[in-house]
């Protein structure tokens, strides 16, 4: 069947199996060269292979809770969205999470998904405890910090390349309500922006959104937003009635893929212009409900589809802290000069993270993305050159245009780490995506 | 405000299983019966965690028509709502020439659903309440080359339904018929299904609550089925009986 991730590009007829029980996925596995699918929730190639693509969302049962410590165990197709929705009325919320809910257990380890608390507490890989992978024979494998800990580190953030995750044991935070106290500061260019993030390293959540189109003295203009967790005395009184709100079923859609033309640079202009000014007219603090804060897009069923058929091609790097101020500079110009309009680009700051193979690490990370187009899709080559040229790193949970020499050149030691792992346990011939193809991993 | 306990019957379907899950959301205890229930332990545990309440395991047997009213007085608790899930779709092409599994495909669809049902409605009758929900099928309405075993035993329990709604209607037991159509389900895995004219289990689940809520009588999930079958029944049957459909 023709399948995709959510970038909608690139789009491969691909062989897919969904299998129910244990003794299915182990026939699915050994069958051929697999990769698992989660819900689709990649933007590129991640979680395709022609051959033979697992849908694991039959894995989908909660396993057990300890309220002691707040471990969940899950099968690793369970959603995210659903966690929230049986433990947050209970006063538990993800330890992290990344910009949708509607992504599974299993694909938050295999991309090691990073939330707007990186600088503080790290990528979701910090809050499991252990994993059940299913390796080359079909069988499961349980792994840890302690037990078979190589195949725990490869896994988080391995991107599916190590086997096939099928339980997963990680850590809930507790939380006093489903609100959140959000402030939000404007930045005139990249320089204040940095500077903002660098002053607000205690906030636990901060996050930017960034205008990629203006020029000069403007350039980088930012509105940063940080956020805390709100005790129940603080809430106002109309908060009160609900301390954990509810999300209504989802009413918004986008039917059908919209004309191409809808996204250009002079709609994404006065959407980021009109956006800026109505940030920027004070620095407010406002009470938020967990929906709007951490998933805003969530709310518009298929928001993938403005981007009109073609797709969008997303772009997601991270420059060291002592490059990045020099780093993104020059990318802002590079993308504002191509003058494609990004509609969503997003700054934010990581913190410091020590892991195999998992995309974080200390400095800060610009995502962005594009209606796909053959000038949008070199300046996205473009940019993993410089990428490459700063030593920073490309999330390949986003990628699907780079190229095996440029990731090669971004991260020579850990890629051929992760080769010659894979080698090494033999996972390379029984598991790989059309991603692990294209950049020869 | 505490929620009256569901049974269902055929839980490990599913829609059987979608049931559970809207119910259990909701609020209510949930009895899941099946054969093999010790196999349910794991859909007991998710259903607990995520929804908090109660759930319980229960041996059963449809063909197993003895078993019934022991099945019936071993629950933890009299039901308020009963949904039966419980069908064997059957292979129409073998089932013609092997009469052991043509009669177990009847037998299943039919008289072990309306044997269970009309035992639970006795019950309701003497009690002066709850709900009574049947899972039928479109294949009823109209016997087709491809699935008239399947389709004529769920014939025979759409009419039961209908007849004991008729009989329950002044005692306070209300009967649902439930035609689902299409569903992606394990049952229909290996067919290559229309998409506009298939459901998921959790539209049929959702379908049945809001027809239990409101008292409907007989429910199409995807309104596009009942112009369908509309259309179907309407075909003379000099014309229909050399169609392919």
């Given amino acids: 069947m023709k399948l995709s991730g959510w970038g909608n590009h690139p789009v491969e007829d691909c062989n897919v199996q969904k299998p129910r029980d244990k003794a299915a996925l182990k026939d699915a596995v050994i069958a051929s060269s697999a990769i698992a699918r989660g819900n689709g929730r990649a933007y590129g190639d991640s979680a395709?292979?022609?051959?033979?693509?697992?849908?694991?969302?039959?894995?989908?049962?909660?396993?057990?809770?300890?309220?002691?410590?707040?471990?969940?165990?899950?099968?690793?197709?369970?959603?995210?969205?659903?966690?929230?929705?049986?433990?947050l009325p209970q006063g538990w919320f993800p330890a992290v999470t990344p910009g949708t809910r509607f992504v599974t257990l299993g694909g938050m380890v295999a991309a090691d998904v990073h939330g707007k608390n990186h600088h503080i507490d790290g990528s979701f890989g910090s809050f499991v405890d252990w994993l059940d992978v299913v390796g080359t024979d079909g069988e499961v494998t349980r792994c840890s910090r302690t037990e078979n800990s190589e195949l725990f580190e490869w896994t988080i953030g391995g991107m599916g390349l190590t086997g096939v995750i099928i339980r997963v044991a990680c850590r809930l935070r507790p939380v006093e309500t489903g609100w959140i106290r959000q402030t939000t500061h404007a930045a005139p260019n990249l320089d204040?922006?940095?500077?903002?993030?660098?002053?607000?390293?205690?906030?636990?959540?901060?996050?930017?959104?960034?205008?990629?189109?203006?020029?000069?003295?403007?350039?980088?203009?930012?509105?940063?937003?940080?956020?805390?967790?709100?005790?129940?005395?603080?809430?106002?009184?109309?908060c009160r009635a609900t301390p954990y709100p509810t999300v209504a079923k989802q009413k918004l859609n986008v039917p059908f893929n919209l004309p191409g033309f809808c996204l250009n640079r002079y709609s994404v202009r006065?959407?980021?212009?009109?956006?800026?000014?109505?940030?920027?007219?004070?620095?407010?603090?406002?009470?938020?409900?967990?929906?709007?804060?951490?998933?805003?897009?969530d709310?518009?069923?298929?928001?993938?589809?403005?981007?009109?058929?073609?797709?969008?091609?997303?772009?997601?790097?991270?420059?060291?802290?002592?490059?990045?101020?020099?780093?993104?500079?020059?990318?802002?110009?590079?993308?504002?000069?191509?003058?494609?309009?990004?509609?969503?680009?997003?700054?934010?700051?990581?913190?410091?993270?020590?892991?195999?193979?998992?995309?974080?690490?200390?400095?800060?990370?610009?995502?962005?993305?594009?209606?796909?187009?053959?000038?949008?899709?070199?300046?996205?080559?473009?940019?993993?050159?410089?990428?490459?040229d700063y030593a920073g790193r490309v999330y390949l949970a986003k990628d699907s245009c780079l190229a095996a020499q440029d990731l090669k050149d971004m991260d020579e030691v850990r890629v051929a780490n992760f080769s010659a792992m894979r080698e090494r346990t033999g996972v390379n011939k029984q598991f790989s995506s059309m991603q692990s193809e294209r950049l020869m991993l | 405000m505490s929620e009256g306990p569901v049974l269902i019957l055929g839980a490990r379907s599913d829609i059987g299983m979608a049931v559970a899950h809207t119910y259990a959301a909701l609020g209510h205890p949930i009895q899941l019966a099946a054969r093999n229930a010790q196999d349910l332990e794991k859909a007991k545990t998710d259903l607990e965690i995520r929804h908090q309440v109660s759930v319980t395991l229960h041996e059963f047997d449809v063909v197993d028509l003895d078993s019934?009213?022991?099945?019936?007085?071993?629950?933890?608790?009299?039901?308020?709502?009963?949904?039966?899930?419980?069908?064997?779709?059957?292979?129409?092409?073998?089932?013609?020439?092997?009469?052991?599994?043509?009669?177990?495909?009847?037998?299943?669809?039919?008289?072990?659903?309306?044997?269970?049902?009309?035992?639970?409605?006795?019950?309701?009758?003497?009690?002066?309440?709850?709900?009574?929900?049947?899972?039928?099928?479109?294949?009823?309405?109209?016997?087709?080359?491809?699935?008239?075993?399947?389709?004529?035993?769920?014939?025979?329990?759409?009419?039961?339904?209908?007849?004991?709604?008729?009989?329950?209607?002044?005692?306070?037991?209300?009967?649902?018929?439930?035609?689902?159509?299409?569903?992606?389900?394990?049952?229909?895995?290996?067919?290559?299904?229309?998409e506009k004219l298939t459901a998921q289990p959790s539209e049929v689940a959702d379908a049945i609550e809001r027809a239990v809520r409101k008292k409907k009588n007989i429910v199409y999930v995807k309104p596009i089925w009942a112009i369908v079958m509309f259309v179907i029944k309407a075909i003379p049957e000099a014309i229909f009986k050399r169609m392919r459909i």
């Fill in chain 1, 299 to 388: 709310s518009i069923q298929n928001w993938n589809r403005i981007y009109g058929r073609k797709g969008l091609a997303q772009f997601q790097c991270v420059i060291p802290l002592d490059q990045a101020r020099t780093g993104l500079n020059d990318m802002l110009t590079e993308i504002s000069e191509a003058g494609q309009g990004s509609f969503l680009a997003v700054l934010k700051r990581f913190g410091v993270q020590e892991s195999r193979f998992s995309f974080p690490m200390e400095g800060y990370t610009l995502a962005l993305d594009f209606p796909v187009s053959e000038k949008s899709i070199a300046l996205v080559s473009k940019l993993g050159q410089m990428t490459a």
């Fill in chain 1, 192 to 238: 204040a922006a940095i500077d903002l993030f660098e002053e607000a390293l205690d906030a636990t959540y901060s996050v930017a959104w960034i205008d990629c189109l203006s020029k000069g003295e403007n350039m980088g203009r930012s509105l940063v937003m940080l956020g805390e967790h709100a005790s129940h005395s603080e809430i106002p009184e109309k």
């Fill in chain 2, 68 to 194: 019934h009213d022991g099945f019936v007085e071993t629950l933890p608790a009299s039901p308020e709502i009963v949904v039966c899930a419980v069908g064997l779709l059957g292979q129409q092409e073998n089932d013609e020439q092997d009469a052991n599994a043509a009669v177990l495909v009847m037998r299943s669809n039919f008289e072990g659903p309306a044997n269970i049902l009309g035992a639970l409605a006795n019950r309701f009758e003497r009690r002066g309440s709850g709900t009574l929900v049947g899972i039928s099928s479109v294949a009823g309405e109209r016997g087709r080359a491809t699935n008239y075993i399947y389709g004529s035993a769920k014939a025979g329990f759409t009419a039961f339904l209908s007849g004991l709604r008729n009989r329950m209607a002044k005692k306070g037991v209300h009967v649902v018929t439930v035609l689902p159509g299409f569903v992606d389900t394990k049952m229909t895995q290996e067919l290559d299904l229309p």
């Fill in chain 1, 48 to 87: 395709l292979s022609r051959t033979n693509t697992i849908d694991m969302r039959s894995f989908n049962h909660m396993l057990g809770f300890d309220p002691e410590t707040g471990q969940l165990i899950a099968e690793a197709g369970v959603l995210l969205s659903d966690v929230i929705s049986a433990f």
């Fill in chain 1, 270 to 297: 006065a959407f980021n212009a009109l956006y800026y000014w109505n940030g920027s007219r004070s620095d407010r603090t406002s009470y938020v409900n967990w929906n709007s804060y951490f998933y805003p897009l």
